[in-house]
């Protein structure tokens, strides 16, 4: 099962907001181009790249155009459960609150 986290679902909110007034027609494409990408983790939820070394958080790279997302997530396997943390642009530099 996937979830995701308070602070990931403002996280789309202002991906959209940004895409939005930027380019109100391709606004919804971000969004389901995370949501797709989410979805892989489902079945593959050790497809993400560690985080960090000693980190039990993986990042999912997400390719949109000609950059992409990141979704920073943890998986809990005796849950059989998925918890995306925080999603960002790929040219951001971090992550909110981390």
């Known amino acids: ?3 995701f986290a308070e602070a990931a679902f ?3 909110e202002q991906i959209f907001e940004f895409n939005h007034e930027r380019d109100p027609a391709t606004a ?3 969004l389901e181009a995370v949501r797709s990408a989410v979805l892989i ?3 593959h939820p050790k497809i ?5 070394a000693g980190s039990a958080l993986r990042e ?3 390719s949109h155009g000609e950059s992409g997302y990141i979704a920073l997530y943890e ?3 005796a849950e059989d459960l998925v918890r995306i943390v925080a999603i960002r642009h790929q040219r951001e ?3 909110r609150g981390k």
Not at 48 to 52: E, F, I, L
């Open 1 to 3: 099962m996937i979830v």
């Open 10 to 12: 403002h996280d789309l």
């Open 28 to 30: 919804l494409a971000h």
């Open 41 to 43: 983790l489902d079945a």
């Open 48 to 52: 993400g790249r560690p985080a960090g």
């Open 60 to 62: 999912l790279v997400i």
């Open 75 to 77: 998986h809990a396997p």
């Open 93 to 95: 530099t971090g992550y």
